[in-house]
Each structure stands twice: as C-alpha cells, then as structure tokens.
C-alpha cells in the first residue's frame, strides 16, 4: 500500500514538473507572469537575478506604451513564445541600442528588479534615494574649425537640500529626456541611471531635422524617477549648430540636354512659348505665423498686420482696436504649433496658445491659420478659432 503512494506521489511531482512552461505565454497578463514564474524557478539563484534585470530593460526600453499595466501587456506580446536564452538575447540588444552599461553575461547591477511589483519588501530598495531636486549639466561635442560643434552631452544629476550632488549605487532609475523646439516636439529617449557617473544622453545634431528646429534653438526636458519622487527639470533655448543639422538630400534633377520639341499653333503656325513652371514657395508657414503672434506679443501691431492680407480683418485701425481688434493682446504663450497642411503654395498652421489681455483675463485658444504663398513668403488670409 505504501508503494503505491509513492508511486503516486512521485507521479504527481513529475506532472507538476513538466507543467511548468519553459517559454513566454503572452495571452494575458495572468499566463505571462505564470510563465515567467515558471521559466525563472528553473534558473539558478544569479542568473534568475540578470533574468528579471533582462525583463526590467525589456519592459522599460523595449516596448511604446504609457504606465505599467500597458508596458507589461506590451512586453507579453513581444515576447510571446520567447524562451530564456531569446530574452536575454534580445535584453542585450536593447541595452547596446539605448548605450546602457548593462549585459546578460555580467553580474547582477540593478538591485531587485521586479516587473509585476515586489511581492514582499526588500531590506533596502536602491531606488529610494533621497534627492531633493535636478540638476542638469550640457556639454558640447567639439566639432573640426569649420562645421563646430558636432552635439550635445546631456548629463543630469541628482541633488540635495545643499545642492550637492547625492551618492548612490545600484539603483536603475529611469530617466527620460525630452527634445522640442518651438513647441514641436521632435524624439525621446530612455536611459537608467545607475550611479552619479552617469554618462547621460547624447545628441547628434545630424539626427535632429533642420525644419523642425526653429531659430537653432532646442528646449530638453529631463525626468528622472526614484521611488517615492519624479524630478523634473527643462533647459530652455539651448543653442544648437545649425550648419550640423540634417537637411534632406536635394531631388535628383535629370542630366538629359534634350529639349523638348517647340510646340506649333496649327491655327496660326506659330511657335508656342509654353508658361514658365510655376515657383515652390520655400519659406516656412510656420516661422510667419510665430512671427506674426510675437509681434502681437509685443503689441507691434503694424508689423503683425503687414504679415496678413485677411479681408475680414479690414483696415489696420480695425486690425489693431483694443476693443474689438486685436489691440486688447497683452501677451502670447505658445504651447504648441504645427504645419498639418503644405502645398501647391498654400498652408495651414494649427497652433495653441494662451492669450492674456490688458485686463489680465486669460484665454486658451486652439487656432487654425490658413495662408498663401505671395513672393517667396507667407501671408495669413484666414483666422479659424477651433471648439
């Protein structure tokens, strides 16, 4: 009898053994944190350590979602099917492609990583620093004599009460950096600070698009995450080396000689001139329209009305009324601008912003700019307020 329930109980260890999954089941959130249960146990203690850190980077760096749950639901899909030597695989890849001092094969460096939450606390979390704000330092990458600067390094720096710089070690705090300019936002990027010899972010400036970077100025915004805190801070107006920027090849433009035969009126008989191709506009929509709301900024009113042919605005003594005209404006702030619609020379610029009054009243508007192309510039002959 006793036989038999050994040999009952070790059957029921061998099928509980071999129940457990050796790759990803990315159905749902439930079956993929089974499955990476399962997958982990079987590891040894070290590598189940680098195993979570794998998944950290993964969930962090590898996918494009906002918040946790969408991250881990994202992660499960990419890793769907996926068994342990793949993950790590694919962990080192994303570490080299965002230049994170992290691999597969080194010892654990991130302290516990747990990508569904801890299950119970741990003596000291690494990331729990105590930093009382940011700091962030913007180095130049020298450049030959002739084209400058070739970017940027960006370094931020976590500081105290004192503004002294804090020291820590193992921590993986996720720091995000923000570039736009004009209001327009143009990439992020995503990185880990691990240690106050954090070697930042860098900036190529043949990677920022030059119709997109406005005056050849930037605007970064820094985010560092710790546990309890999220450190913010923005550097306004950086200058950046405009002849570095990168501009779109020119098209290519056919080599043949030949022209094409002359055409012949058949009523007349006499030779056809055909009418010159009409000329691409190759000013920016969207530096007229910044040009025209900061002149209304500075209520140079004369020079905004001059950046306009709109009927409806009528005269410049109607233009620039501070009752009913646009001589009420105290103050723009742009928050946002763009150039959906560009073409056959004509455009429209969406832009938001805020507009304080001479009473100090506040507006938020959302406005819809149509303009045309008039002697290689731009004026505005239309002015939609959008709900």
């Known amino acids: 009898m006793k036989f038999i329930k050994y040999c009952l109980l070790i059957s029921l260890m061998i099928f509980t053994i071999s129940c457990k999954k050796t790759s990803v089941d990315g159905t749902n959130r439930m079956s993929f944190q089974e499955s990476i249960n399962d997958m982990a146990s079987s590891l040894p203690t070290l590598k189940q350590v680098k195993f979570n850190e794998a998944l950290y980077i993964l969930k962090t760096f590898g996918v494009e979602a906002d918040g946790d749950i969408a991250e881990i639901e994202a992660l499960g899909k990419l890793l769907n099917g996926k068994k342990t030597p793949e993950i790590f695989k694919m962990a080192d890849e994303v570490a080299q492609k965002n230049n994170i001092t992290w691999s597969s094969t080194a010892p654990p460096s991130l302290g516990e990583m747990n990508i569904f939450g801890n299950v119970t606390a741990s003596e000291k979390d690494p990331n729990d620093i105590d930093a009382a704000s940011l700091n962030v330092v913007v180095r130049n990458i020298a450049g030959d004599s002739l084209t400058g ?27 995000i950096m923000e570039i736009s300019s004009g209001g327009t936002k ?21 990677s920022l698009p030059r119709e997109k970077i406005f005056e050849d100025k930037i605007d970064i915004k820094l985010s560092v995450k710790t546990t309890k805190k999220l450190l913010q801070m923005i550097k306004m ?23 094409p035969p002359p055409q012949v009126d058949p009523q007349t008989g006499e030779t056809v001139v055909p009418p010159p191709a009409p000329v691409k506009n190759t000013a920016d929509p969207k530096a007229t329209v910044t040009k025209f709301l900061n002149n209304l900024s500075t209520q140079n009113f004369k020079a905004a009305f001059d950046a306009a042919d709109n009927p409806n605005w009528g005269s410049y003594d109607k233009f620039s009324n501070p009752n009913s005209g646009f001589g009420s404006v105290k103050n723009i702030n742009v928050k946002n601008i763009a150039v959906p619609y560009n073409k056959d020379n004509s455009a429209n610029v969406n832009v938001t912003y805020d507009v304080t009054d001479k009473n100090g009243k506040v ?25």
Request: no cysteine; aromatic share 8%; hydrophobic share 35%.
């Open 149 to 175: 600067s070739k970017g940027l390094i960006i370094i931020p720096q976590l500081l105290d009460n004192n503004g002294r710089k804090v020291e820590f070690e193992g921590a993986a705090l996720e720091t």
């Open 186 to 206: 143009i990439s992020t990027s995503k990185n880990l600070m691990q240690d106050p010899a954090f070697r930042g972010f860098t900036i190529k400036y043949s």
């Open 237 to 259: 107006g950086v200058p950046v080396n405009g002849q570095a920027l990168y501009t779109p090849p020119a098209p290519v433009v056919s080599d043949s000689i030949q022209a």
């Open 363 to 387: 507006s938020s508007l959302n406005v819809t700019y149509g303009l045309k192309a008039v002697n290689n510039t731009w004026k505005i002959t239309t002015y939609k307020i959008n709900n």
